[in-house]
């Protein structure tokens, strides 16, 4: 295999990381409950832990309009599922909720009883995004190969890389 056959198999392997990782970085859109939704029947609890949310993500709830709403609250009134006195809800049936701080997050549906009967509320915590490294300038005296990004996607970048260099 010639040094020029080699280095086309690196180009191509560059490309592709440098079009993967914006990819595996995207923000998600999490719609709560899943295809099921926003509603008395749902897990909210099995839901959440099937999820990573991350600063940037958006919650979407998704009910008929007029069944139900979504307040956010505190830890205790979440506990109590307690409205919070003049507290604004979302009431579209399609309210989207964007996560942009950090930590635990609590909603509510407020329509009496749904809550407390029938546990409509979800607790989320929020993790901050991971810092874009990957994505800073090389240090000079560097060679431009040497800044393959270290992140937490650099594994799958790395088989990804691989799987492409044995395919062409
Ligand atoms: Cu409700």
């Not at 991350?54 to 505190?74: A, E, I, S």
């Not at 109590?80 to 309210?95: F, N, R």
Request: one cysteine or more; proline letters at 7%; hydrophobic letters at 40%.
């Amino acid at each position: 295999m010639s040094y020029e056959h080699d280095l086309n198999h690196l180009l191509i392997a560059v490309v592709v990381i440098v079009i993967i990782l914006p990819l595996l970085a995207n923000a998600t859109d999490h719609k709560v409950g899943g295809d099921y939704g926003w509603g008395l029947d749902g897990n909210y609890k099995v839901w959440a832990q099937s999820q990573e949310f991350y600063v940037g993500d958006t919650l979407v709830f998704k009910y008929r309009r007029g069944d139900h709403n979504v307040m956010k609250v505190n830890e205790s009134d979440y506990e109590t599922c307690t409205a919070p006195p003049g507290g604004a809800a979302l009431v579209s049936g399609d309210d989207v909720v964007e996560l942009t701080t950090p930590g635990n997050k609590w909603y509510i549906c407020g329509i009496p009883g749904h809550c407390t009967a029938a546990n409509q509320k979800l607790a989320i915590t929020v993790f901050p995004s991971s810092p874009p490294s990957s994505f800073q300038a090389p240090p000079p005296n560097y060679s431009s190969f040497s800044c393959i990004p270290m992140s937490s996607n650099f594994h799958i970048v790395l088989v990804l890389a691989t799987l492409v260099m044995l395919i062409v």
